[in-house]
């Protein structure tokens, strides 16, 4: 059984930092791409940054220069480090990992940004 476990939100003041984890488990194969996506009060989800299995990297226009996706080791756990936080940053950030053309969702984590 595929899960995905999310780590590392919380509360930041405006302007810092904050690291999210991700592991994916359940698979001998590798997950592709894997992602972050987050979903604020009242908006659609939207994607924040992918990264595929050679390091490929996309982001949401956002968050460009900003936040850092990164695949550790083992491959099937990702990372997204998120500096100069703004208040709009504040979401729910779900994990997203793609396996054999079919996509699995972690809980979500919560990241509150205070201005």
């Known amino acids: 059984q595929v899960t995905l476990v999310e780590s590392g939100g919380g509360l930041a003041q405006a302007g810092g930092s904050l690291r999210l984890s991700c592991a994916a488990s359940?698979?001998?194969?590798?997950?592709?791409?894997m992602g972050w996506y987050r979903q604020a009060p009242g908006k659609q989800r939207e994607l924040v940054a992918a990264?595929?299995?050679?390091?490929?990297?996309n982001y949401g226009d956002s968050v460009k220069g900003r936040f850092t996706i990164s695949r550790g080791n083992p491959k099937n756990t990702v990372y997204l480090q998120m500096n100069s936080l703004k208040s709009e940053d504040t979401a729910v950030y779900y994990c997203n990992a793609m396996l054999l053309g079919r996509d699995y969702w972690g809980k979500g984590t919560l990241v509150t940004v205070s201005s």
């Open positions: 990264i595929s299995s050679g390091g490929s990297t």
């Open positions: 359940g698979s001998i194969f590798s997950f592709n791409p």
